[in-house]
């Protein structure tokens, strides 16, 4: 079946250091790839989307590319913030499902 | 901006007992989902639910769960007799529409069965 695995958190960091937090799939076909985070005391919010390969999704400095040779979509930051700590999730849907597979989660933790 | 919200937040319930969780989706969505989080465990989804009926469930999603919309405005999620291995994270999400559309998610319930 269809599965994500990211890396094992919890990530600490100081601000304006380089972010990678890894996301690799397993699925047949063409999946469509997400990044949810997760603010303390809130519920998942869209991060970036990415639906076919070589497709970048971006938003707030972050970006992740979706390579369908590696079946991964990691996503990076070049300077991440203290307001960027949360849990971040990498997710899938295949195009006939409504449902999203999602990861573990990471914990990032930005320290000034 | 238009939200999804949750409650209670929290609940504790006794082992056996039945809960109902609600959820108040974005107003003009029209696909509604509840996923749960085992702690440290990985989201999973449990169903989804359009025009009045379910459009798919998982295998977690036994006889013990059902949704319902009971009015204009909620979506719930019941668990008849709860389980020790019910406790976990529950999220309620919707969307506009279905497959494409990015679902926006409540902030969850923690429910705790002892």
């Known amino acids: 079946g269809n599965s994500v695995t990211q890396m094992e958190g919890p990530v600490t960091l100081s601000e304006e250091a380089f972010l990678t937090i890894n996301c690799t799939y397993t699925?047949?076909?063409?999946?469509?790839l997400f990044w949810y985070v997760q603010y303390p005391g809130e519920g998942l919010q869209l991060l970036l989307k990415?639906?076919?390969?070589?497709d970048k999704g971006s938003n707030k400095g972050f970006e992740a590319t979706y390579r369908k040779e590696t079946t991964s979509f990691h996503l990076e930051k070049g300077s991440v913030q203290v307001s960027d700590s949360a849990v971040y999730f990498c997710?899938?849907?295949?195009?006939?499902?409504?449902?999203?597979?999602f990861g573990k989660g990471t914990l990032l933790t930005v320290n000034p | 901006e238009p939200e999804v919200t949750q409650t209670p937040s929290h609940q504790v319930t006794q082992m056996g007992q039945e809960v109902i969780l609600r959820c108040v989706p974005i107003?003009?969505?029209?696909?509604f989902y509840w996923y749960r989080q085992i702690l440290g465990q990985k989201v999973e989804f449990l169903v989804s639910?359009?025009?009045?009926?379910?459009?798919?469930k998982s295998e977690i999603f036994d006889d013990q769960f059902s949704v319902e919309r009971p009015d204009g405005s909620n979506f719930t999620l019941k668990i008849r007799s709860t389980k020790l291995e019910d406790s976990a994270m529950y999220f309620c999400?919707?969307?506009?529409?279905?497959?494409?559309?990015?679902?926006?998610f409540g902030p969850g319930t923690r429910l705790l069965v002892l």
């Open positions: 999400a919707s969307s506009v529409s279905g497959r494409m559309e990015t679902q926006y």
């Open positions: 699925a047949t076909g063409y999946p469509s």
């Open positions: 990415a639906t076919k390969a070589d």
């Open positions: 997710a899938l849907r295949k195009g006939s499902n409504y449902k999203l597979t």
């Open positions: 107003s003009n969505h029209l696909y």
């Open positions: 639910f359009y025009n009045n009926e379910i459009s798919e």
